[in-house]
């Protein structure tokens, strides 16, 4: 089995995978990092967005031997170290942007590259093409368009970054 | 507005290990020693399994068992149930054909499983999945609900004539024809309220253990009633003493009503997990929950509502074909029926109501509550058959069918 060897959320990492391993699987089942999710084999869903080299991408549709090198940040990765959370990941929780909580890893992700692409001051229609690629079955996307509009902003800011509870 | 006590915003305990990533949803769980599962399941709709061979499978790398409706039956694990006794017309209890969770004789659907693989890893039990040789004989099927009680319709299940489950009805049918005979004005409509496929984020998944040491059972399965799970396992199923079974119902996905139901796959891990003396777990592909999950819906309707001159109702009739797939689910009896005659009213005040429901097999998916679980079946009816009436009596849909005129003329009397 060929070994590959990247960087995940800042520590580096090697594991023997198949050809055919996905980059999500290396994740969930050889790291153990399961917050990245897996909710559809079209591509479709978005639960399983992480950043590689800095860009928003579909575990589900990259190889782990792909990734050979790379950078990747998983949702595990946002929080500081000391616990405070990332203005974006607060976000949702203020604006209750989650039911489930299923879709929320990949939208969190997904948002953050929303802010790279298009910056802090999102208005609303922006953020509905923008999440096109991500499907949540539980609330109607209302609240996660406010979430994201929000942690937006508060990133500008410099991100009131706060304790975790 | 304070920061504390009574008006002030209260925030969910379970946001923080969503955001963050560190939820432990089914799949999430890993026990030691765990093994994977992958179902071999029907590409046909109906058909005869003429003969299954397991052989080439079971000397595949990493498989560590391979399992067959045969293997099920022969350790005398019960079928699943339909947990809600519904009565026809004639007196007669609904027909609740064998569900064993794995097919032996015949399949009933695409998807029906055949077999099931326990692997070392998921792509080693995927790949001896696909070694699996059944010879299928096909069989004609039928899949419309309307064409399910045609004279020459295939019938799915022995002993089961024209596919019916039962003919049920609610309401008093000589009032009604009365008050329809002396209406002015009678809407008619037929409506389709198609089959729905739930389809939470998350995928259905079961991780099974039985532990040798003690002869119990663990499950931990993305159920939203863990209670019933272990109650239908054990007394029904039979798979165990509840005593010595234990449930676990850890961050689900969404449910909207598909993970209610006691499902083939978490039956088959706990059985899997006794023969193998390992943890087996399932986690279901997007492509394996439209063909396994129970799906909502799917009636087929000719309503009517009769009024007078002035668009007051007098009544309402339906009848309803409801399609509850090729197996009864767990709750399916009740959707149709009791979730959705009783609900036909509205919010309008109709003195007469009469419902008759029959509900038929087809060769499709099971299908059981969905997020509303035949109340939103009877809102489209009661609300398009409003709207229809309005728009042929040239009134207005809001005070159509004096609705609020009644409801008005009520409060005034008090």
Redesign the interface.
Known sequence: MPAVSMTVNGKAVTGDV?A??LLVQFL?ENL???????????SQ?G?CVVHVDGIASKSCTLLALQCEGAKIT???G??EPGGA?HPM??A???N?G????????GM?MAALDIVRRRGNDLDEHTIREQLDGN????TGYHNIVKAIAAGAKAMAKGGTRQA?? | MSATGIGAAV??K????????????T??V?RPGETRAAFVRSPHARAKIKSLDASAAKKMPGVVAVLTGADLANDKIGNLICGWMIHSKDGTPMKMAPHPAIASGTVNHVGDAVAVVIGETL?QARDAAEKVKVDYEVLPAVVDPAKAQAAGAPQIHADIAKNTIYQWHLGDAKATAAAFAAAKHVTKLDIINNRLVP?????RAALAEYDVGTDHMTLWNTSQNPHVARLVISAFVGMTPEHKLRVIAP????G?GSKIFIYPEEVVCLWASRKVRRPVKW?A???ESFLTDAHGRDHVTHAELALDAQGKILALRAKTIANLGAYMSTFSSSVPTYLYGTLLSGQYDIPSIYCEVDAVYTNTAPVDAYRGAGRPEATFVVERLVEVTARQMGIDPAECAGATSSRRSRTRRR
Not at chain 2, 14 to 25: A, C, L, M, P
């Open positions: 198949e055919r391993t969930r153990r990092l399961t917050g990245t999710h897996v909710g559809c084999d079209t869903c639960a998983t949702i595990e946002l929080a959370l990941q607060e949702f929780r203020e209750h989650l039911q489930c909580g299923y879709c929320t890893p969190i499907i949540c079955r539980c975790a509870e | 925030r969910r379970e946001d923080f290990r969503f955001i963050t990533g560190s939820g432990q949803y799949d999430d890993v792509a389809n939470a984020i998350e995928p961050d689900v996905g969404g909207f986690t592909e997007r492509s």
